[in-house]
């Protein structure tokens, strides 16, 4: 079983507009409301790989509601801690000239006891683990450490542990030694604090990561595939060129495949392939957080993955 956690979900609401400015009503017939957050994602891409899964988190309020319907709809299994506040909802407004604007909520504050109800029952379940994912920003009233603290408890169990955030929560959980963390050029670049330019800069701050506590790093770079660098083996992951519908998710496709293969135990190489094939079909897809199985073997075929040398000797290909 894999747990996910989602501590700021949403309701993403998306509205179609041909045009818009300030001042101004709009009609709108293309629009909609689905659940969203990281975490939410992930939960949902790795019920489609048919793996078990478990989704946890704060949720509350009509929009909490929506969230809860929605999984149940899809049968997905949820555990969720439900508080006094309201979830947020995440707003994007598209033209059809490719402007849009994007409103986020910065969503409820969590009280002390709904902090300790979580992490109470992520104690209680972590035996039925193999994986959790932590996902995302973390809400009002939550520390920063909450992360550190979940991976420590995780560590604790033998659980593996797969951290997607940004900025400080990310510096912060990167110090409880998660299993993995995923970051994007930019989350790296704020960690190390440098503009990374070339091959040589990005392995080195890769590295840095490393020695700050996180055990592997997958440096996701959209398009333009992925870098591993972990405790057996760095790797080059080289994806095919397709027609992106909708890359929004991909990271979170990504750190799907990567728990639904850890949960696999799989080796290195196919880890690799799933996780990015989990991301490319992702960006193939209008809808966030959707991939279709069909999309992700055949992608499987077509990623390459290739063993890089790293200060100067080639590095094994080993077990993830
Ligand atoms: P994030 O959403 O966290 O910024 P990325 O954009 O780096 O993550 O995407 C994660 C993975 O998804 C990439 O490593 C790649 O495998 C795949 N991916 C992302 N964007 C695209 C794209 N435009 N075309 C093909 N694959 C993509």
Known sequence: MIGTITLNPSVDRRYNLKTFEKNNIYRCNQYSATAGGKGINVTKVIDQLNEKVCAYGFLGGFSGDFINQHLK????????????????SC?????DDGDQVEI?????????????????????KMDSFSVITISGSIPQGVNLDIYCKIINMANNRGVKTVLDTSKETLLNG????????KPNKEELEWLIGNTINN?????????????????????????????????KGSYRVTIPRVEAKNPVG???????????????????????????????????????GQIS????????KRIEVSSIYYGGREIESNNF
């Open 199 to 231: 091959e040589e800069q990005l392995l080195k701050a890769c590295r840095q990561v490393l020695k700050m506590g996180a055990r592997n790093i997958a440096l996701s770079l959209g398009s333009k595939g992925m870098y591993f660098i972990g405790e």
């Open 104 to 124: 986020l909520e910065s969503g409820p504050v969590i009280g002390t006891d709904e902090i300790v109800n979580l992490m109470n029952k992520l104690s209680n």
């Open 250 to 288: 991909s990271g979170d496709s990504t750190v799907a495949g990567f728990g639904v293969s850890l949960a696999r135990e799989l080796d290195v190489i196919d880890t690799l392939k799933l996780a990015n094939a989990c991301g490319v079909a992702n960006a193939m897809e209008m809808e966030t």
């Open 174 to 181: 990167i110090s409880g030694r998660p299993y993995l963390v």
């Open 73 to 88: 709809k899809k049968q997905i299994q949820s555990d969720f801690t439900f508080i006094n506040g309201s979830t947020r």
């Open 91 to 95: 707003i994007n407004i598209l033209s």
């Open 293 to 300: 199985l069909n999309n992700v073997k055949e992608l499987m």
